[in-house]
């Protein structure tokens, strides 16, 4: 359980066995403050498994679930089962890890998975930006999907009804990734969405709000990929 959890240091890799079905592998990790990404690897490198691992971090008491960090093998039942992405927690501390099989219904009794985590700094200095009171304005410097889930946030101010936004995205083609793009209002009720191919080109367009007042733009990564901080994937809004 919790208490009895393998403290673990920044890079260090462990093994663990899931045996018996059920089994719950509990790991601690102490995440320093400007440190808040959580890169997560996890696999079975010397042998095929029937597990589909799942890891997910806990608040340091193992019972409190970290919003949004958890993660599982996204190609279940390939023999391989590997888990690799970065995770994010709200501030510095002690956060303990579980590791499992994804439906607690498997079973590998001869072989160890490998079990990597590695706390990073966000080069992303827009962030905090997922939520509406912490969206920044449109700065034109680099921006980053550094972790699951990650949502940036953009505010901008419409002066009334039927005035334009005028939305510029710059994906180079060094990024690799696909970028999804949303205007939303106040309420978080989405306007119109598209996506941002890497380009060399810079996308623009021009979009009508209903009313007076505050407008975001949201940018996020399409579900199936993994987020990164590659410095040639930033993003500029």
Same mark, same amino acid.
């Given at each position: ?63 409190? %679930?970290?919003? /949004? $960090?958890? *993660?599982? =093998?996204?190609? &279940?039942?390939?023999?391989? #089962?590997?888990?690799?992405?970065? +995770? ?42 997922? %939520?509406?009171? /912490? $969206?920044? *304005?449109? =700065?034109?410097? &680099?921006?980053?999907?550094? #972790?699951?889930?990650?949502?940036? +946030? ?42 941002? %191919? ?9 979009? &009508? ?29």
């Amino acid at each position: 359980g919790p208490d009895k959890a393998v403290a673990l240091t920044s890079g260090m890799s462990t093994t663990g066995r899931i045996c018996p079905r059920g089994d719950k592998d509990f790991f601690r990790i102490d995440v320093p403050a400007g440190q808040p990404l959580v890169d997560v690897a996890a696999s079975f490198p010397m042998a095929t498994t029937r597990i589909d691992l799942e890891v997910r971090l806990y608040e340091a008491d193992g019972k409190t %679930a970290v919003e /949004g $960090a958890e *993660v599982s =093998d996204t190609v &279940p039942d390939d023999g391989k #089962s590997v888990v690799n992405t970065t +995770l994010r927690v709200p501030k510095a501390g002690t956060y303990v890890v579980v590791v499992r099989d994804a439906n607690d219904d498997e079973v590998d009794n001869g072989n160890d998975y490998v079990l990597q985590l590695t706390t990073a700094a966000d080069p992303d200095t827009h962030e905090p930006n997922d %939520a509406a009171n /912490g $969206a920044k *304005v449109p =700065d034109g410097a &680099p921006g980053w999907i550094a #972790s699951r889930g990650d949502v940036d +946030l953009y505010k901008v101010t419409a002066a009334g009804a039927g005035a334009l936004v005028q939305l510029q995205i710059e994906n180079p083609e060094s990024s690799k990734l696909e970028l999804r793009w949303r205007l939303q209002d106040a309420k978080g009720t989405s306007l119109v969405d598209g996506a941002v %191919a890497p380009s060399a080109k810079l996308f623009e367009t021009l979009r &009508p709000v209903p009313a007076a007042g505050d407008y975001f733009i949201a940018i996020s990564l399409p579900p199936d990929l993994a987020p990164t901080r590659r410095p040639d994937a930033g993003y500029r809004v």
